[in-house]
């Protein structure tokens, strides 16, 4: 690897830790960890979403995923609501507080870049967009593989399921 590879590389990271940085200090004095915080953004985005389904999307088991809804419920960022056409499934939403909580971590974030945008010079911001663009488009054409590879592998999976 070339030194202006390595030397983007470690740019790109020392941005990127003092970005994820910039809301730290209002999710700790809440008392929240970071996979709680995690789940309370994927609950104010998709949910409401029943344990099992928010499990998958973070990846962790549903004891785990009940273990996070617990705390956020406990601090009234969260609610379990129950299902009236099969009470055995509970889903779990954000409340109304837990929404406001999660666009203050973004506000606390966004407004800090922004500010340091308007502060570059037109060609530099112009070359930064340029290669953000590019990091884009890596990351959408690897998710597009992501994807294709874990529907290949249901396909499979199918198949073999017909054939027993």
């Given amino acids: 690897m070339t030194s202006d590879y390595q030397a983007a590389i470690d740019e790109f990271l020392e941005v990127s830790g003092r970005l994820l940085g910039l809301g730290t200090p209002t999710w700790i004095e809440q ?36 273990h996070l809804i617990e705390k956020l419920v ?22 109304d507080e837990g929404k406001a909580f999660t666009q203050r971590l973004v506000g606390l974030r966004d407004a800090p870049v ?10 530099d911001m112009t ?3 340029r290669g953000l663009r590019a990091l884009l488009d ?7 593989k992501e994807k294709q590879s874990q529907r290949h592998s249901t396909d499979k999976e199918r198949s073999k399921e017909k054939e027993v």
């Fill in 31 to 66: 008392d929240l960890s970071f996979p709680q915080v995690k789940t309370l953004f994927v609950l104010a985005r998709f949910g409401p979403l029943p344990v099992g389904q928010l499990a998958q999307m973070l990846q962790v088991g549903s004891p785990t995923a009940s």
């Fill in 74 to 95: 406990q601090a009234g960022f969260a609610e379990r609501l129950g299902r009236s056409e099969d009470r055995r499934v509970v889903e779990v939403q954000a409340t």
């Fill in 114 to 123: 922004a500010k340091m945008i308007m502060q570059m010079a037109p060609e």
């Fill in 127 to 129: 070359t930064l967009r």
């Fill in 138 to 144: 890596i990351l959408r054409a690897d998710m597009e």
